[in-house]
Nanobody, 125 residues
Framework: VQLQASGGGLVQAGGSLRLSCAAS????????VGWFRQPLGKEREFVAG????????NYKDSVAGRFTISRDNDKNTVYLQMNSLKPEDTAVYYC???????????????????WGQGTQVTVSS
């Protein structure tokens, strides 16, 4: 599967952005999908994940309640709605896919088989 992330940009603190991860190739509903982010000079970290059918999600503690991950398998797309953005959310955001039959908290980079290119999110104070 090929992944294409988009939707990043510059936003003021308190604002919102919606990221999209569009997939092509193998049937998208076969994949668990996650969003990661990498602030400049720091390690890449897990942000949110969603099960194959969209019924299960998990979040990094610092974004829970502000970010919402969702998916539309008919459109082969996963979304990350980000509200109440903070300067510390500034990072390059990546989507990733794991070919798996099972749902659990896939939070490690090594849990994922495919990666899209990043999209920059910058939150100004």
């Amino acid at each position: 599967v090929q992944l294409q992330a988009s939707g990043g940009g510059l936003v003021q603190a308190g604002g919102s952005l919606r990221l999209s991860c569009a997939a092509s190739g193998r049937r998208f509903s076969d994949y668990v999908v996650g969003w990661f982010r990498q602030p400049l000079g720091k390690e890449r970290e897990f942000v949110a994940g969603i099960s194959r059918d969209g019924t299960n999600t998990n979040y990094k503690d610092s974004v829970a309640g502000r970010f919402t991950i969702s998916r539309d398998n008919d459109k082969n797309t996963v979304y990350l709605q980000m509200n109440s953005l903070k300067p510390e959310d500034t990072a390059v955001y990546y989507c990733a896919a794991a070919l798996t039959f099972f749902w659990r908290n896939y939070v490690r980079q090594t849990d994922y088989d495919y990666w899209g290119q990043g999209t920059q999110v910058t939150v100004s104070s």
